[in-house]
Every structure is written in C-alpha cells, then in structure tokens.
C-alpha cells in the first residue's frame, strides 16, 4: 500500500488515487480492489473505526447509530466502549466521551442530550466551575459575579446562569463601603461610577435619577437620566420620554431659539430672530 500526500492513497495499479477515508472501508474504489485488500494491517484514520473483524472502517459517527455498518455488527454492541479517557464521561449512547467540564453545562454535547437535564442535579461541578441556582447547569467560575448576564447558547458556550443567578445579590452581594444596588438586584457598582456617563448595570439603573451628569452629558429634563451632550436634539429621542428633542433642549443647545425678544420676529428655522420692523 502507498500513500500520495498524506490525505490521498495510490492504488497499486499505479494509476488512481483514492481518499485515505475510503480504503478498507468494505467498497472498492481502485480497479484493482487494492483499497480494500491487506486490511488486516491497515489502521484506520482518526475519524475511522476498525471493525471487529479487523478488515472494516467505518465513519466513528456511524457506531451504534441503530443500523449495522461493519459486516460483522460489531459497530452496534452495546457494550463497545465502556470506559472513558480521565476527566471525561461517557454518553447514554455508550459510543461518546465527553469532557466532564462540557457536561451539564446547559449545552447539549452528546448525540442525544443526555449531558443536559434533570440528572445534573446530582452532578458535581469540575473544578473552576460553578454550580447555578437551579442545580441543574455549571459555568466557569471566572463568570460568576462579573456583572454580567452573557448567556450565549447559539453554538457550544455559555457564559452565564439561565437563571441568572450568577450575578444575583445573594451570591455576589455589594460593596461594602460606597456601594451602590443595581435595581435589577443582579449587580453592584461603586458609588463614584453612579452617574458617569458610562452604564454599569445591565438594566442602565446606575445612569438614571443622577443628580447631576458627568463632563460632557445632558441630564434628560424629568432628571431620569443622563446621555451624551452630541445626542441632544439629534432628530433621535434618547431620553426614555424624549425629552431630548423637546423645544427647550434643543435651545439649550444653540439649535433652536429660546424665544425672540420683544419686536423680533422668530424665524420659521426656529433658529434666528430678527426684527419685526
């Protein structure tokens, strides 16, 4: 047997060249069946499985899949692989191993979702990781209490509690000196970061009903919140009651008049008065 540039096998005719994944895979490619001859010493690839007959390859995601792929049916005992490599666990499936920091981590890794579910509430967290409220899912520990609710779930992560309970008062608490309660309850700021201009709860809490706004920030007129001078009368409402794009605020910002002295007359622009003789 001979291999063309690792990922391709020459038959012994000398002519054709043929997927590695496909010699000893119990179909001949090669005119001369020579792909599928001598197998008894060919080891398959890593995406492969050997057969018990020692002959056969097959695709690992074809083992125990319900339908006999090797020969022999060895592909669907049940008792084909019953351990696992350290600091992994095996599916209900009893093909796959998974990283034991991937089980019940509120993503389904096995073919069938049976790393997910009731049954994590008897699982014990790997180490760096933290157990939610609900009992059910794990999440590093580097996640927890870092002012976030980043539950990202669309692929293979997720950095967060469903329940959010990662970031809730009871585990994280507050500040003991200068601290300030997100009204959400699920963060903690420090007081001299309330009101600067910059969000640091999730829910916007500590930017609303300042006092007063940092350098270069608008306070909204019913005092509910503070936004970015360059946002005041911008044809856009910032101000959770639109008062930004009021009369008055737009005056306050040179955009429009604040009303014309007595005998001018005030533009239809709303931004010049002139003289009414």
């Known amino acids: ?20 994944d496909r010699v000893c895979d119990g179909s001949a490619d090669c005119s001369d069946s020579s792909d599928d001859t001598d197998c008894d010493d060919w080891a398959c690839s890593a995406a492969r ?39 992994h666990h095996m599916c209900d499936d009893n093909a796959h191993c998974i990283h034991d920091s991937y089980w019940c981590d509120g993503f389904a890794h096995c073919f069938n979702a049976t790393d997910e579910g009731l049954h994590c509430e008897n699982w014990t967290c790997a180490d760096d990781f933290w157990k939610c409220k609900d009992n059910l899912q794990c999440v590093k520990a580097e996640y927890v209490c870092d002012g976030k609710t980043d539950v990202d779930n669309t692929f293979s992560t997720v950095h967060g509690c469903s329940d959010l309970s990662d970031e809730h008062i ?10 300030w309660l997100c009204e959400n309850q699920l963060g903690c700021v420090d ?17 609303r009903l300042c006092e007063t706004c940092a350098d270069t920030w608008w306070k909204c007129l019913d ?5 970015p001078q360059q946002s005041v009368c911008d044809g856009v409402p910032h101000c959770y009651n639109g008062t ?10 040179g955009y429009r008049t604040c009303g014309c002295d007595e005998g001018q007359w005030e533009c239809h622009d709303h931004k010049r008065c002139i003289s009414g003789r």
């Open 1 to 20: 047997m001979m291999f063309l540039y690792n990922v391709r096998w020459r038959c012994d005719d000398g002519v054709k060249c043929v997927d590695v």
């Open 49 to 87: 499985w050997k057969c018990s007959d020692n002959v056969t390859c097959i695709a690992r995601a074809d083992i125990l899949n319900g339908v006999a792929n090797c020969p022999d049916s060895s592909d669907e005992n049940p008792q084909l692989h019953s351990e696992c490599p350290e600091n």
């Open 170 to 179: 009871e585990i994280c608490g507050c500040l003991e000196e200068n601290g």
């Open 191 to 207: 007081e001299e970061l309330r009101c600067d201009g910059l969000a640091q709860c999730n829910d916007k809490s500590d930017e």
């Open 223 to 227: 005092g509910s919140e503070c936004i």
């Open 244 to 253: 930004d794009e009021y009369d008055e605020s737009c005056c306050w910002k």
